[in-house]
């Protein structure tokens, strides 16, 4: 009985923490783990950061991209997209499909450590933080 008291503190207080964290887009380095459809790993991250004043920046597999974004609820696009002009052997078939993706996308969905990016229904990226 004496350890039950300090373990119902504990939840509760994991509770309330849970609760109060809020989701967001911004300021988060988002990692990508699908591509259309294919699960997408390696030791050199594909990267998408959101900054509050709607630019958008991150790591495509070898060269670096920039540009600008807007959104209202889940409705999301991109534009203005450009990126360096490297050749990295072996990259550049997935990084042009990603950023080929990136300027389709037209919606979105937030869940805690997740960000699908959307063509239509379709999930085309996927990210996790």
């Not at 050199?44 to 991150?58: C, H, R, S, Y």
Request: glycine share 8%; with cysteine.
């Amino acid at each position: 009985m004496k350890n039950f008291l300090p373990a119902v503190l504990l939840m509760v207080v994991a509770l309330i923490n849970c609760q109060t964290q809020k989701l967001s887009l911004t300021d988060v380095e988002w990692k990508l783990t699908s591509l259309n459809g294919k699960d997408y790993a390696t030791a050199e991250p594909i990267t998408l950061t959101f900054t509050g004043d709607n630019k958008v920046a991150g790591h495509a597999g070898c060269n670096r991209y920039f540009g600008s974004y807007t959104h209202s609820g889940s409705v999301i696009s991109f534009g203005n997209l450009g990126a360096t002009k490297m050749y990295c052997d072996g990259k550049m078939e997935t990084e042009d499909a990603f950023m080929k993706a990136l300027a389709e996308v037209d919606g979105y969905s937030l869940s805690t450590e997740k960000l699908q990016l959307k063509a239509g229904e379709t999930t085309i990226l996927e990210f996790i933080q």
